[in-house]
C-alpha cells in the first residue's frame, strides 16, 4: 500500500482528497501547514506527496526546492496543486523540481489517475537504480545480493526486505506499526516482538555492521552510521 502525504491548508478539499485516495487503495496523512509536514517526514518518507503552493506558513515552492535539495528526498515524487492557472506558474513549479502540476479545481478521477501515473514512473525509476548503498553494506536489488565489507550475507526473505526497507531510508526513524505495515502487511495480527526478533537475527548476519540499525526506544528503528 503506498502511502501519501497531502499538505493542504483547506480542510474541505483535503477531505475530498484523502476520500477519494483512501478509495483507492492507498495510505493518506494529511498536513495543514508546513511544520506538521516536516515533523512527519522525520518519521518516515511517503511514496508520494500532494503538495499546495498556498501555505499558512510556506511557500509550497520554497517546500519543493529544500525537498529537492536533500539527499533523503530528492527523488520522491511529488504533485504540485494550486489555484494558479497560468503557464508560467506551472513552469516555475516544474522547474522547481515537480514531477506533475494539477491545478484546482480538479476531478476525483484526474486526481487518481495522476498519482496512479506518477506512482508507476516512480517504481519504474527505482527498479532502474537496484543498488543501495550504505557504509560497508552494498544490495543489489536486481541479483537480491547484500555484501557486507565485500563478504556475501545471506538473508531471509523478511530479513532481506527489512534491510531494503532501512537502506531506502537511511538516517529515517521507521514507526514499529510501519514496519509491521510495510513488511508483514496491514492484516498481520501477530505480536509486534515478531520484529525485534527478525531485527535481532538481522543484526547478527551484518555482524559488525549490525550496530547500524539502532533501536529508538518505544518508537522503532534506524539506519545510522554515526
Not at 522525520?42 to 500532494?50: S, V, Y
Not at 529544500?66 to 511529488?78: E, F
Not at 494539477?102 to 514512473?121: D, N, Y
Not at 521507521?174 to 496491514?186: A, F, N, Q, Y
Amino acid at each position: 500500500m503506498a502511502l501519501i502525504y497531502i499538505v493542504e491548508d483547506d480542510k474541505n478539499i483535503l477531505e475530498i482528497e484523502s476520500f477519494a485516495l483512501k478509495n483507492s487503495g492507498y495510505d493518506i496523512r494529511g498536513f495543514a501547514t508546513a511544520k506538521e509536514f516536516y515533523k512527519a517526514l522525520n518519521d518516515f518518507l511517503p511514496d508520494l506527496i500532494l503538495l499546495d503552493i498556498m501555505l499558512p506558513d510556506e511557500d509550497g515552492l520554497s517546500i519543493l526546492k529544500k525537498l529537492r535539495s536533500d539527499v533523503k528526498t530528492k527523488s520522491l515524487p511529488i504533485i504540485l496543486v494550486t489555484a494558479k492557472t497560468t503557464e508560467i506558474d506551472k513552469v516555475k513549479g516544474l522547474d522547481s523540481g515537480a514531477d506533475d502540476y494539477m491545478t484546482k479545481p480538479f476531478g476525483v478521477m484526474e486526481l487518481i489517475s495522476r498519482v496512479k501515473a506518477l506512482l508507476r514512473r516512480a517504481l519504474a525509476g527505482a527498479s532502474d537504480a537496484s543498488v543501495y548503498e550504505f557504509m560497508e553494506i552494498v544490495m543489489d536489488v536486481d541479483k537480491r545480493l547484500i555484501t557486507v565489507s565485500g563478504e556475501t550475507c545471506d538473508l531471509t526473505y523478511k530479513e532481506y526486505e527489512l534491510l531494503k526497507l532501512f537502506m531506502a531510508n537511511p538516517g529515517i526513524v521507521i514507526k514499529r506499526e510501519r514496519i509491521l505495515e510495510k513488511i508483514w502487511g496491514t492484516d498481520f495480527e501477530g505480536e509486534s516482538r515478531t520484529i525485534d526478533m527478525h531485527i535481532k537475527n538481522l543484526r547478527q548476519k551484518l555482524k559488525t555492521a549490525g550496530k547500524y540499525i539502532k533501536t529508538i526506544r518505544n518508537v522503532g528503528y534506524v539506519l545510522n552510521g554515526e
